[in-house]
């Protein structure tokens, strides 16, 4: 079969047909700009009557061997001057139980981390399409029913199965990575699709300060996926994948709709020497997870274990850095809602640069960038006096603008690095191994309490041992799309010994 790209350049380039795929499929992305961030507010703690509320400091105000200690059991009264209720005054996360908060977020993360797995391979087989969709509403209806948990157990596990729908962003990415062409895809794959989850982020902020109780915020956060919901059934599937299932004629049935939209004249065969064999690609039963890991382990692009390591050390440094400093928004001044509006408006110049990195300029030299930007900041952080806040608060927010920029090109590397028939695999472990650092993260930044920076240093550290490591990863830089394991061998990326 002749390159895919050439065979659908009769569509022209941000056509109808492409203008309407790109904005349906960004829409798909921005509910998921609430996701995690939501637990910022969801989690966070109110003032309550404490005597370090009060002021004073145990060991010099208060003799601690002259109080007798007991459990709280008539309750606690949480001020309401910023939250009306949190989970956290729900349910009584506090004093002995304070552990569940950064347990919460890491029972999100583990539902994406397992949903990131097992998507890849269940849109491989079973469609982008399907998948998508079906992860849009389990993500809209599991939003909603949170709101009804009757205890702290309930609220996370229907907070897991949440995070398991999170990955409809992976089959978007890919999705989109597929259907669209030449600079279409690259300005979907590191601009549109991140500027969406960057207006979902912003659009966080602002109902969390209209809707001040958690209930409230979680049934409003679920509308707007309600609204789409209709719409996001006419995305197309993807032609990639059905050629790569032998389903041809499907393929040219939807690349004639999208000539009829753009106005122009299909060609009578679209794809007139496609004849998909085994040789070209496995049977849809065949393509498993095995199949990629014998193309890792038996391969050129990995000829030791430590070049794939080296690729998921960058992923969870990416994931680590920016997730810690994204839900440390929140301690960046006295209003949680400024704090987290800044923190998500400075993704928008960081998804802008990674466009602008990923048409110019070679895929390692970028994450290389990026990963020292970020460092750079946290180290120099430990330098700056209390007094001046301000400082401090720009330097976080430049680390997060690199953490972010090397999220954005990071997903796009990948996706440009595997054949079609196992792209959707592949990022999805990509989704998982990167989310362990997410995972981590609300842990590390509980360490601040041990030593103020130490959170800092740690993610500064990563960074730095990233930026170097990467140095050893493949180039796709201007190379096309692979369609089959045979296009990636020939291509030198992989030379497995069947």
Not at 38 to 58: C, E, K, R, W
Not at 293 to 304: A, V
Not at 377 to 392: A, D, T, Y
Request: negative net charge; glycine residues 6%.
């Amino acid at each position: 079969m002749k390159d895919y790209d050439n065979a659908v350049a009769f569509l022209g380039q941000w056509g109808r047909f492409q203008l309407i795929f790109f904005f349906l499929l960004c829409s798909t992305i921005v509910p998921n700009g609430f996701g995690a961030f939501t637990l910022i507010f969801l989690t966070d703690v109110p003032s309550h009557q404490n005597l370090s509320a009060l002021g004073y400091i145990p060991g010099r105000d208060v003799n601690l061997t002259d109080l007798e200690q007991e459990n709280c059991v008539d309750g606690w009264s949480y001020s309401k001057d910023i939250y009306e209720s949190t989970v956290v005054s729900e349910f009584d996360l506090v004093c002995s139980d304070q552990w569940k908060r950064p347990f919460t977020t890491l029972i999100f993360f583990l539902g994406v981390v397992f949903g990131s797995f097992f998507s890849g391979q269940l849109s491989d087989r079973y469609g982008r399409k399907l998948v998508l969709f079906v992860t849009m509403a389990v993500q809209t209806v599991f939003v909603f029913v949170q709101a009804f948990a009757t205890s702290w157990v309930v609220f996370i596990i229907l907070l897991f199965i949440n995070g398991l729908a999170q990955i409809n962003y992976l089959a978007a990415l890919v999705l989109g990575a597929e259907v669209l062409t030449g600079n279409e895809r690259i300005f979907f794959s590191s601009l549109g699709s991140c500027l969406a989850f960057a207006i979902g982020y912003m659009m966080l902020p602002l109902f969390a300060y209209f809707l001040r109780d958690w209930k409230s915020l979680l049934y409003a956060l679920s509308v707007p996926s309600v609204v789409f919901i209709p719409l996001w059934w006419f995305v197309p599937e993807s032609p990639r994948w059905l050629i790569s299932q032998g389903r041809v004629e499907e393929a040219e049935a939807i690349l004639r709709k999208a000539a009829k939209w753009n106005k122009v004249q299909a060609p009578n065969a679209i794809f007139e020497d496609c004849s998909v064999t085994k040789a070209e690609t496995h049977s849809k039963e065949q393509y498993t997870v095995l199949d990629l890991l014998r193309l890792i382990f038996c391969s050129k692009f990995s000829s030791n274990f430590a070049t794939i390591y080296i690729f998921d050390v960058a992923r969870f440094s990416l994931c680590a850095g920016y997730f810690g400093l994204s839900f440390n928004a929140a301690q960046l001044s006295a209003d949680p809602y400024i704090s987290c509006f800044l923190a998500a408006l400075v993704e928008i110049p960081a998804y802008i640069s990674s466009w602008v990195a990923l048409r110019y300029l070679p895929r390692r030299l970028s994450l290389i960038g990026c990963f020292l930007l970020g460092a750079l900041p946290l180290f120099f952080i430990q330098l700056v006096p209390e007094n001046l806040s301000n400082l401090s608060l720009t330097l976080e927010l430049v680390g997060k603008y690199a953490f972010t920029t090397g999220i954005s090109l990071i997903f796009a590397y990948v996706a440009e690095l595997y054949p079609t028939v196992l792209r959707n695999t592949a990022t999805g472990i990509c989704m998982a191994v990167s989310r362990i650092g997410s995972c981590v993260s609300p842990f590390v930044l509980n360490l601040r309490v041990y030593f103020t920076y130490l959170p800092y240093i740690i993610l500064g550290s990563l960074a730095v041992l990233s930026a170097f490591a990467t140095l050893f990863l493949p180039e796709s830089f201007k190379q096309p799309l692979p369609e089959t394991i045979q296009q990636v061998e020939e291509r030198d990326l992989w030379c497995c010994d069947s």
